[in-house]
């Protein structure tokens, strides 16, 4: 379990960031009112604008959280971070047009204010984000972590260490035998560390007497931790195992379907709507099929017809080459538009509404594909035990995977949701995916 101290840090900072989101929000608009009206307003009153623009304020940090800004890996100054900050600002725009100019028998007449409000709390939530970073990021004091032993996923486990911020400084003893317990303790004394990793070939060392004060932890958990996603190395103990195996409830399953079976016919209007148009396009812009059509795998490996708009051209390659996406000359110009805009995906709809997957499960392979990592990818079959989504926890953390090693990758992402699957985790991922569209 994560340490308590770890956590309450974690917890506190993102409660800070938001405290502060939401004070600048409402500072913004105090100052815009002022500038707006060269006093504190009366009529209206200051309580009807803040009352008003209470609601637009959950909505802009619902959109916050939606593009990770809460997620403490967002590093202020980054180009990942303005380029988020940027598509947050026009759904600001338009969220505010759409509520107030659509609204205009409200009390409050915002005009320009609403944009004048944007400008200035993008000026604070800049500064406050670089503030927070330096404070309370960087000059924070870490808690020092001792790794023993060698675990396949070490150097994985570094760089996303060195890549994201994180709360904590590592250390990594290597080599570990029964015959060098002294110079442990040693190293212990030396180090002086608040908590100690151990890998799963070293089991021996979790009775040792000298680790007694020191909490101490297993590499496969602190790995899943601090990456969210399985380490490999792991489901070779049998005990790690039984966490895959849990069944569903039965109120998850039904919610799920409920919720699949709603939001589908919602989009099967939309592409009602939209696949005459598309149908033209793609005619036009190159000879071939309107959909594209495979054999996927999906629960318990039931085969099923898998649906997409066309977005390549109509090649004998698409029957043998496995990852035939690599080659973007392959992609079709109306297909370029069709995945950026991911309506390329949209007849999966008819898929979810037939029950083959659902909209947030590991994304089901070419049945070609699938024969071919079931071999090279231990343990594979455990993707099986739950039905494949439209978006998943792998599709909204890393690209599609175009060779073995990405696949393997991917695989971590799909362990970790199956062993934490849940509606509510279901919910934050379908809402996750929805940033890809606008990002």
Known sequence: MRSIWTMNKEIKNKVLLLIGDVFFLY????????????EIPQSPSLKDFFLYFSWLFLLWLFFLWMFDFYSLKLRAGSLEFFRF?????????LSGALYFYLQPNL???PKAIFILDIVIFFLFFVGWRYFFDFVFQKRTKKEKVLILGNPPEIEDLLFFLKKFPSYYTVKVIPEIDKEKLLEISDILKKENPQKIIIAN?????ANISFFSHIPIESFAHFYEEITQKVALSALNDVRFLEDFYKSEERSYVILKRIFDIFLSL???????VLFPFIALAIKLDSPGPVFFTQE????????????KFRSMYASPREKTDLWREKDKKEITKVGRFLRVTHLDELPQVINILKGDISFVGPRPEWKKIAEKLEKDIPFYFLRYRVQPGLSGWAQINIPPSTSIQEAKEKFQYDL????????????VIFLKSLRKIFG
Do not use: Q
């Open 27 to 38: 500072l913004s608009l105090f100052f815009v009112l002022l500038i707006r009206y060269r």
């Open 85 to 93: 900050l940027s598509i947050f600002i026009f759904l600001c725009l």
């Open 107 to 109: 009390p409050v007449s």
């Open 201 to 205: 070939h070293l089991e021996f060392l």
């Open 266 to 272: 919602i989009g099967l209007l939309i592409l009602g």
């Open 296 to 307: 996927r795998v999906g629960k318990e490996r039931k085969v099923f017809c898998f649906y």
């Open 416 to 427: 970790y949701y199956l062993k934490h699957r849940s509606f509510l985790f279901d919910l």
